[in-house]
């Protein structure tokens, strides 16, 4: 999983897991490649209108797209 390290200003700054890393690179389809992308590059900007706390500082990004998608 990717995770916020830490606020430099306006941008902030984004690591990747080894599990995310896997999981990502394994993804076969660009379409979904690039919507990932895009809300990954959004987190780094600060935009974090789709994060939900679960509780003991873990957070779900949902990724809204088309519909079935």
Same mark, same amino acid.
Request: charged share 30%.
């Given at each position: 999983?990717?995770? @916020?390290?830490?606020?430099?200003?306006?941008?902030?700054? @984004?690591?990747?897991?080894?599990?995310?890393?896997?999981?990502?690179?394994?993804?076969?389809?660009?379409?979904?490649?690039? @919507?990932?992308?895009?809300?990954?590059?959004?987190?780094?900007?600060?935009?974090?209108?789709?994060?939900?706390?679960?509780?003991?500082?873990?957070?779900?990004?949902? @990724?809204?797209?088309?519909?079935?998608?």
């Amino acid at each position: 999983m990717y995770y @916020i390290a830490h606020d430099r200003g306006c941008m902030k700054e @984004i690591k990747q897991t080894t599990w995310f890393e896997e999981w990502f690179s394994s993804i076969r389809d660009f379409k979904t490649v690039k @919507i990932v992308s895009r809300e990954i590059d959004k987190l780094a900007l600060g935009i974090t209108s789709h994060i939900k706390s679960l509780g003991e500082g873990l957070f779900e990004l949902k @990724i809204h797209t088309a519909k079935g998608y």
